[in-house]
């Protein structure tokens, strides 16, 4: 299996958006309700949206193909703080988790962390999506605190965010 990681490109956005909604309703619907995944799905997830996010200095989205079907995609940007970048978005395609996609994502999010001079790696989790918490702690991940954010119409999310130090390598298995 050749996992082949490139940036997310204008012509890639609906293939994109279409395993965002295959993974959330994978993922999530045991979680959190189908009014809150809709809603968030249309937060984060419309074409308009990802575009912009595609043009801003200090955002990465890209994407894992295998014989050229996307495979899996992630997305991370540059925390206030400056000396940490935050893995936004990491989802992978649920035929093909379990399989390395996750993680040579993870090691090209740290390449653009490196090079922008962060020291740390973070990102934010449900706290009841233990397979994801599982899987960011055999990547070297570790809870460093608990949040609870409002996202409006009455939905939160309710997070815990880990965070991994770039010096530390990270696990293996």
């Not at 293939?15 to 045991?30: D, E, K, M, N, P």
């Not at 893995?87 to 399989?99: E, F």
């Not at 490196?114 to 233990?130: D, F, M, W």
């Not at 605190?145 to 770039?166: H, K, N, P, T």
Request: charged content about 20%; overall charge positive; aromatic content about 8%.
């Amino acid at each position: 299996m050749d996992i082949v990681i490139t940036p997310v490109t204008r012509t890639t956005v609906g293939s994109l958006i279409a395993l965002a909604r295959q993974v959330w309703q994978c993922t999530y619907s045991g979680i959190i309700s189908q009014e809150q995944i809709d809603y968030m799905l249309g937060q984060r997830y419309s074409p308009q949206r990802l575009f912009e996010e595609l043009a801003m200095p200090g955002v990465w989205w890209d994407q894992a193909t295998i014989d050229g079907r996307l495979a899996g995609f992630s997305s991370c940007l540059l925390a206030p703080a400056g000396s940490e970048m935050k893995l936004d978005k990491l989802y992978v395609d649920p035929q093909r988790q379990r399989t390395g996609i996750g993680g040579r994502l993870i090691a090209r999010v740290e390449e653009h962390a490196r090079a922008s001079g962060c020291r740390t790696l973070i990102l934010a989790v449900n706290k009841r999506n233990e397979r994801a918490i599982a899987a960011y702690r055999k990547q070297g991940f570790a809870v460093r605190e608990s949040v609870c954010v409002d996202i409006g119409q009455g939905f939160v999310m309710d997070d815990f965010i880990m965070a991994r130090s770039l010096r530390a390598p990270a696990a293996q298995s």
